[in-house]
């Protein structure tokens, strides 16, 4: 796969997940599918699907393939666009997942 562009909600993302002190991996392969950041330690993906949005059909399908797989677990999809919007998306999800640990 050639290398992309990101986009501004990617790189927000990833600012994000970097700060954090959170090891991720963009543009993670699961032929055939590529999702745009996968956290291994929390077999969490998630996506950036932005404004622009996806395919419902396709992303419950690809996300189902992905969670049978039984490498990925959660998969996220972060419509927020705005720097605070996408942080406090972020920042509820993972606190979840930090509460159903407990």
Known sequence: MLPRDH?????????YLSEWGLR???QASFP?????FLIPELNM???ADGVYGHLQTKDRIRDRKLI?????LIVLHCKETTKGKIK??????????ES???
């Not at 055939?32 to 745009?36: F, G, L, R």
């Not at 406090?88 to 997942?97: A, G, S, V």
């Open 32 to 36: 055939p599918y590529t999702v745009d």
């Open 68 to 72: 049978e797989s039984g490498e990925v």
């Open 45 to 47: 993906v998630i996506e």
């Open 100 to 102: 159903l640990n407990k």
């Open 24 to 26: 991720y991996e963009m």
């Open 88 to 97: 406090e998306f972020l920042w509820r999800e993972l606190n979840k997942l």
């Open 7 to 15: 986009t501004a909600q990617e790189n927000i993302i990833e600012g």
